[in-house]
Structure formats: C-alpha cells, structure tokens
C-alpha cells in the first residue's frame, strides 16, 4: 500500500464534500487502482469545541481555547477586562458537528489484509454567546465551556469539510498488537478463526473492521488496543439459547442465519462478539457433533472444538 497519510491529507483539504461522500470515494479509489475501495462504516455524531465568530460570523479564531487563553495574556490576565472585550464585541462561540467515515480498501486473501482510512466529515455552527451575561464566568473555563451557556439560534458557517484523521494497515497492526500484551489478543484470535474456517471464502472487511485505538492505564502507561466492529446493516434474527435444538432443527437455523448473514459460519463470528447469538448455540452444536450428527465442515468443527476448550470473546 503506497499511499500516504499526507497524499490523504492533501486530498481532504481540496475537496468539498458532497450529501453522500461519493466523490471522495471516487479519488481515493482512483489513488488505490489495485485494491477495491469501500466506505465500510459511518459513525454516530459527536461534537466539539469551535472557534470564535463575530457578530457578523465573520471569523475571530478557530479555537476557542487558544484565543481565550490569549487573549487572557492580551488583557492583562485580567478576566474582567476579557469579559468586557467580549462583551463590547458580541463574540459568539461555535461547535464542531461532525462523523467518522470508515473506509477500507482490500489488500489480500486473508482477512487482516485490509487498508482501514478514517477521515472526519465535519461543519461548523455558532453555538452560544461567548459571555453569558446572566451567568458571568468566574475562570477561564466557564468562558472555554460554560456550565450555563447563553444559548442562540444555530446557524452554519462556511462549508462542510474532510479532516484526515489516520490510516492503518491491519495486517501490520496485528502483527505488533501481541507486543502490548502478555496473551493473544481476542482480536487476534477472531481473525485466525475467519482465516482457518469456511467464513474466509468471504471477503472480512464488507462485514467487520478492526478499529487501533490507545488508553492510558492505571500507572499512567500507554495501552494499544483493537475493537472488532460489525459494519452490516442487515436485520438479522436473534439466536437465543437453542439447547432443547439439535440435529437438522438446529442446522438448519444455524444455515438460515448464515444466508441472511451473507457467509458461512456466520453464526460463530457473531456469537464470539457477543452480538445476536448466545454462546449455549455453540455448546449445543458442540453436542451435537460429538454425538450422532456431523453437519459442521471439517475446519469449523475445528474451529468450535477450540473455542470449546478455551473460550473467548470481545
């Protein structure tokens, strides 16, 4: 994969986004000729701190925090003399409104072999008066992020936006996630388990993506992480314990689940994640196989009988 971080950074800034994102789609594809492009996820709404507007929106600062802290500095450090600046000047403060877009482009056979993109999608809008009059700000955060803001009528200001956020090769990632941790990782493990059964004549990353991410442990210690995350948005039947099921009743929801899932072997992915099937489904197949009936491939009895002597899931 030679394309750059920086090349996809370039790339946001010159483009205007569109309601579906479709031209960006495009470019990046157009970067990656050799490896199928695809927008895999599109996450929930977040928000964040602004920047400064004027009365007329015209542009003050990007980032609320610095000017404050600034400006502070400009006036004396006397928080007063800022809040009769601010005042004087009808400041307004605004927010960041924005989504992830999660997109994949497929590398390889296996299913680590994918490219993960994250890229924000972003617009601004005022927010609050800078200064709440009724509520006048005793520090400097009560300015930054007031407790009791003086809200207004939210409008946009300028355009939508792509703000690159980062690129991850998977198979790369895998290979030095079990760095950061004593045992195997469960993300780890999930994969391995799609390689070696009948859930690798599919294609990994239509269905999930593996998703890095960094937390600070209890002494202060920076802990690498990975989260698997379902990107299908089909309605799929919950699986709930199936115990009293066995033989060609309990195959034959275990293969109806798999054909609305799109793969075999669907089932066991979903069950690991704990989304949608209950761990007793695999006991009760576990059953089933080792006594009079044997519906299961070859690689997947493998599979569940290891999942069976040392169970996880994430």
Not at 54 to 80: K, P
Not at 117 to 122: A, G, L, P, Q, S
Not at 195 to 209: H, L, P, Q, T
Request: hydrophobic fraction near 35%; aromatic fraction near 10%; charged fraction near 25%.
């Amino acid at each position: 994969m030679s394309l750059r971080g920086q090349e996809i950074a370039s790339l946001c800034k010159k483009l205007i986004p569109d309601e579906h994102d479709q031209v960006l789609l495009n470019r990046l594809q157009s970067l990656l000729p050799d490896a199928p492009v695809s927008l895999a996820r599109t996450g929930d709404k977040w928000y964040r701190l602004g920047g400064v507007v004027d009365r007329e929106t015209n542009r003050v600062a990007s980032d609320v925090n610095e000017w404050t802290e600034r400006t502070f500095l400009e006036c004396g450090q006397n928080l007063q003399t800022l809040i009769d600046y601010a005042l004087d000047e009808q400041l307004i403060a605004t927010r960041q409104i924005g989504h992830t877009l999660y997109y994949v482009a497929q590398t390889g056979p296996q299913a680590e072999d994918f490219v993960l993109f994250e890229i924000d999608k972003t617009h601004e809008v005022s927010d609050r008066l800078l200064i709440n009059e009724d509520a006048l700000p005793e520090d400097l955060e009560d300015i930054i992020d007031p407790l009791e803001p003086a809200s207004i009528q939210s409008s946009h200001i300028g355009h939508f936006r792509y703000q690159y956020r980062r690129k991850t090769d998977i198979a790369l990632f895998l290979e030095t996630i079990n760095l950061h941790h004593k045992e195997e990782h469960p993300v780890q493990r999930f994969v391995e388990d799609w390689n070696r059964s009948s859930a690798a004549e599919s294609v990994f990353c239509k269905d999930w993506i593996i998703r890095p991410y960094q937390h600070v442990g209890r002494y202060g210690e920076q802990i690498i992480n990975a989260e698997i995350i379902n990107v299908q948005q089909k309605q799929l039947p919950h699986l709930e314990d199936l115990v009293s099921k066995k033989g060609d009743n309990l195959n034959n929801l275990l293969m109806r689940f798999d054909r609305q899932a799109g793969y075999p072997f669907a089932w066991f992915f979903y069950m690991v994640k704990g989304k949608l099937v209950s761990p007793h489904n695999a006991e009760a197949v576990y059953q089933d196989i080792t006594g009079d009936f044997s519906y299961l491939p070859k690689r997947d009895e493998a599979v569940l009988r290891d999942w069976i002597s040392s169970p996880y899931n994430l």
